[in-house]
């Protein structure tokens, strides 16, 4: 008869995931998992399978946390001010008690960017793709913009979001305001 999980997944899933923020996925070691988590590593192997698995569940989990802000951006009908807004939303996540600083997914895609991992390549890949055309057609919505512009404000967008994710870890929040201001001044 198999054991009842003395533990709810939601929970443990959560610990892991703000570890792995903390420190990204080769320097988080199954020990470091077994005691954040709080449970056995018969436990992690049996419920996820491997470090590997806790971490996509870990994903799973931050997806749905930030999930809010990018459904009000996706919904919004400000063009460029909501993209600002949902840069701003973005910052103000990490401030939430238990949650890192910087974003989880740009950290990840970072650290896999050079890694054979497909699965998690293509998480991101697939999340960044996702992002861009959110902020293609926010963009759009401005009738004095060309497609062409559209497309380079698109790609800088995304790699400005990446910096915000990065000053988010180690800048003062006046920094981090400001360098959103320029970001959009310089649409």
Not at 4 to 10: L, N, R, S, V
Not at 15 to 27: D, I, P, Q, T, V
Not at 57 to 63: D, N
């Amino acid at each position: 008869m198999a054991r009842k999980k003395e533990y709810i997944e939601e929970e443990v899933i959560e610990k892991a995931m703000n570890l792995f923020w903390r420190n990204g996925y080769e320097s988080t070691s199954m020990q470091m998992l077994e005691k954040e988590m709080g449970i056995n590593k018969f436990s992690i192997y049996s419920s996820f399978g491997n470090k590997h698995g806790v971490f996509v569940e870990s994903l799973k989990s931050y997806k749905q946390k930030v999930s809010k802000i990018f459904q009000k951006l996706r919904d919004s009908n400000n063009g460029v001010e909501d993209i600002k807004e949902f840069f701003y939303n973005s910052v103000d996540v990490t401030k939430k008690p238990n949650n890192q600083k910087g974003c989880l997914v740009t950290n990840t895609y970072n650290e896999f960017a050079e890694s054979e991992d497909k699965m998690i390549k293509e998480q991101m890949e697939t999340f960044m793709k996702n992002l861009k055309q959110i902020f293609i057609e926010k963009l759009r919505m401005d009738p004095n913009k060309n497609e062409e512009t559209i497309l380079k404000q698109a790609n800088y967008l995304l790699l400005s979001k990446h910096g915000l994710a990065a000053a988010a870890r180690v800048n003062t929040q006046k920094e981090i305001e400001d360098y959103i201001e320029i970001i959009f001044k310089n649409l």
